[in-house]
Structures are given as structure tokens and as C-alpha cells.
């Protein structure tokens, strides 16, 4: 299983150094020297941990092969992927991966359904589920401890209390009319990204 544990930042310095936005609770096991990760884009990688720094707060990383500032430019926005046994989860409570969390029914707090997550889409600033409604449309929910509620990995569901506008009424409306007729279905993970603010 593969699993995002970070996104290359801006360059720094003239030596093939860049800073990297963290998204693993086990940078020192991730993304240790010698670590080697593919990366999305696909064509990018993999790349081979040389050395790594933290530097004023922000983890900074050279790769092999990369030795000066063009060449740590050209993997601005990279995502780094480690692969990461199915069978293996987060020490916390609290913190999911990718694989966890897709094909999760999502409900609201009263029942409503809302519908299923296809894709989990990682953000500078937070993580986002992209659900699929009932009537094949999608909606972007925010992974943030005030709205998504709830996880209940045994129930395969995602509760989530939506502020006013993030669904609208006549989405919801028809998802709940949807669900009358449909047959329950089966549903089968990202490091906790649930309270405000960066991941």
C-alpha cells in the first residue's frame, strides 16, 4: 500500500536542498537518510533520501542525484509516497491513512446520507474528502475536527455536521430520496489532518 508521507516545498540554498511540508507522524522512520520513495508525479522519482535537517522549524531534504538549486526546483509540489504494509496502522487513535478511509460512507449527524468517499485530495493547507452523492455528483468536505465528527472504521462510515452552504438543501434532499430506494451497500487512509489549520 502506498501512503503520502510528504510534499516537496520551495528550494533552498544553492546545494540541492528542499524544504518539505511533513504529513506523517514517523518523519524519522519515512523519511530518513536512505529512505527511497516514489513520487506523484510518477516521472519525478524515485527519489533516494541523502541527507536531511530541520532548519528554523522545517524539515529540509537532499536527494541523491540532486545537487544544486535547479535541480531541487524542479521538484516543487512532489509528492513523496512510501510504501507502507496494509496490515500496519497509526499509533494514534485519532489518525488515519488513505486506504482506511476511502469507499467510507459519509452521513450527516441526523442520518442523512450524504454519500461515499472516492478520493482523498491533500492540500497545502488541509485534506479534503471528494464524495460521491447518490445522483453521481461529487462534494468536497474538509477533514476538520468541526466538521468531520466522527470515524467509525467498523460501520464504514465518515459522520460529518456541515456548516450552512457546504451542501446545499436540494442536494441533500435528493441523496436522502436516493437512499430510500437504494440498496445498503458495502463499503470498504493520510495522516490526521482533522484540526484546522496546515497539515
Not at 545537487?67 to 489518525?95: K, W
Not at 450524504?114 to 464524495?131: A, K, M
Amino acid at each position: 500500500m502506498q501512503l503520502v508521507v510528504a510534499r516537496i516545498g520551495r528550494a533552498h540554498g544553492i546545494k540541492g536542498e528542499v524544504t518539505v511540508e511533513v504529513r506523517t507522524d514517523e518523519p524519522e522512520l519515512r523519511l530518513g537518510p536512505g529512505a527511497v520513495l516514489a513520487t506523484d508525479p510518477a516521472a519525478r522519482g524515485p527519489l533516494t533520501i541523502e541527507t536531511g535537517r530541520v532548519h528554523s522549524g522545517r524539515l529540509l531534504l537532499r536527494f541523491a542525484g540532486v545537487g544544486d538549486r535547479t535541480g531541487a526546483e524542479a521538484l516543487r509540489n512532489t509528492l513523496l509516497i512510501a510504501e507502507v504494509d496494509p496490515e500496519e496502522l497509526p499509533e494514534d487513535e485519532d489518525e488515519f491513512y488513505d486506504h482506511q478511509l476511502m469507499d467510507l460512507d459519509v452521513v450527516t449527524k441526523d442520518g442523512t446520507e450524504v454519500g461515499r468517499i472516492t478520493e482523498i485530495s491533500h492540500l497545502p493547507s488541509q485534506d479534503l474528502f471528494i464524495v460521491e452523492r447518490p445522483d453521481g455528483s461529487e462534494v468536497m468536505i474538509p477533514f476538520v475536527e468541526s466538521i468531520v465528527t466522527e470515524i467509525d472504521l467498523e460501520e464504514q462510515r465518515a459522520v460529518i455536521d456541515p456548516p450552512p452552504g457546504l451542501i446545499d438543501d436540494r442536494a441533500e434532499i435528493a441523496s436522502g430520496r436516493d437512499a430510500e430506494s437504494a440498496p445498503e451497500d458495502g463499503s470498504a487512509a493520510v495522516r490526521d489532518a482533522r484540526s484546522e489549520g496546515d497539515a
